[in-house]
């Protein structure tokens, strides 16, 4: 009976060459696809600028307060709430 928003990234796509980059987008998009088919409400987040993250994929305080402008700003988060 638990309500899930699954969120997809950031990954930090400024640290991989163009041949993986390319495999990443493409996994993206197939996971964007099943989450749209099976109805789960999502966000497949932006990348964030390079400074951001710690790693290749945990952002710092900052990346932390641009994905939650990104969640909040997303019609699909905004629907899946309910609380504005």
Do not use: C
């Not at 163009?18 to 749209?36: C, G, I, M, N, T």
């Not at 987040?45 to 900052?62: F, M």
């Not at 699909?76 to 504005?84: C, E, Q, T």
């Amino acid at each position: 009976g638990n309500r899930v928003f699954v969120v997809v990234g950031p990954f930090n796509e400024h640290m991989v060459n163009d041949e993986s980059l390319a495999v990443y987008a493409e996994r993206k998009r197939q996971v964007e696809a099943w989450l749209k088919a099976k109805g789960v409400p999502h966000l497949i987040a932006a990348p964030l600028p390079s400074e951001t993250y710690a790693d290749a994929s945990h952002p710092v305080a900052e990346g932390y307060k641009l994905l939650a402008k990104q969640l909040f700003a997303s019609d699909a988060f905004v629907r899946f709430d309910g609380s504005r």
